[in-house]
């Protein structure tokens, strides 16, 4: 039973309008949300997080937001860069417990 | 230099032969782990450690092996893997059990099994 999870499997997107990826999750005990950016044949790099006392947060061109009644977070980009092109994946964990919730994540394609 | 180094970022072994994966974290981290990606296919977690203590068992089968002999190196040790066990192998660290807990990925090993 995935917790998590990224109902788009891709997007596609013009260079310098936003990018929004979206992630749902299940368990409301989730207290603390991460997105992580991942290029082929290397490791995810960790992007921006949030912990569930916000609603926002901020860094660059990147903002996730956090809806928690609807138990959904966003990732915003913008403006997107061909830079940006990878496979996003969202994660969500718990307090005091080590382990971490991905979704399967979204392929973000961005065009010049 | 990455806070989480693999070794070796490629592997190709035969379904007899025994190898080991191997991982070294300089973040000064508690808590490492072991995740495998497989094509199209989520995250799976495989082990957890937390100050050299195994937390976690994924329910992965036993012809995978982890050892932690410290906070800052973590292996995987393989035998006689089927070929579905193909994938990208992630090892990961983390502060430990907190609230704000971020995780750091290394760049992987690429198995495949023949």
């Known amino acids: 039973d995935q917790q998590v999870k990224q109902n788009s499997p891709s997007l596609s997107v013009q260079e310098g309008r936003i990018s929004i990826l979206n992630c749902d999750y299940t368990?409301?005990?989730?207290?603390?949300f991460l997105w992580y950016k991942k290029y082929p044949a290397e490791g995810p790099t960790f992007l921006i997080s949030?912990?569930?006392?916000?609603d926002k947060n901020e860094d660059g061109r990147f903002t996730v937001f956090l809806n928690k009644s609807a138990k959904h977070l966003s990732l915003h980009i913008v403006p997107s860069q061909p830079g940006d092109s990878a496979v996003y994946f969202c994660?969500?964990?718990?307090?005091?417990?080590?382990?971490?919730?991905f979704g399967s994540g979204t392929k973000l394609n961005v065009k010049p | 230099e990455t806070g989480v180094t693999q070794t070796p970022r490629h592997l190709v072994m035969g379904m007899t032969n025994k190898k080991s994966l191997k991982c070294e974290q300089h973040?000064?981290?508690?808590?490492m782990y072991w995740y495998k990606q497989s094509a199209k296919k989520p995250l799976e977690l495989m082990f957890v450690?937390?100050?050299?203590?195994?937390?976690e068992n994924n329910s992965v089968p036993s012809r995978f092996s982890p050892e932690c002999p410290n906070s800052s190196h973590l292996f995987l040790h393989l035998h006689t893997l089927q070929p579905e066990d193909s994938a990208l192998y992630l090892c990961?660290?983390?502060?430990?059990?907190?609230?704000?807990?971020?995780?750091?990925f290394g760049e992987g090993s690429w198995l495949t099994v023949v």
């Open positions: 990961a660290s983390s502060q430990g059990s907190s609230s704000g807990n971020t995780i750091y």
């Open positions: 949030i912990s569930s006392i916000k």
């Open positions: 994660a969500a964990s718990r307090y005091n417990f080590n382990k971490f919730y």
């Open positions: 973040l000064g981290h508690n808590a």
């Open positions: 450690y937390n100050f050299k203590e195994q937390t």
């Open positions: 368990n409301s005990m989730f207290d603390y």
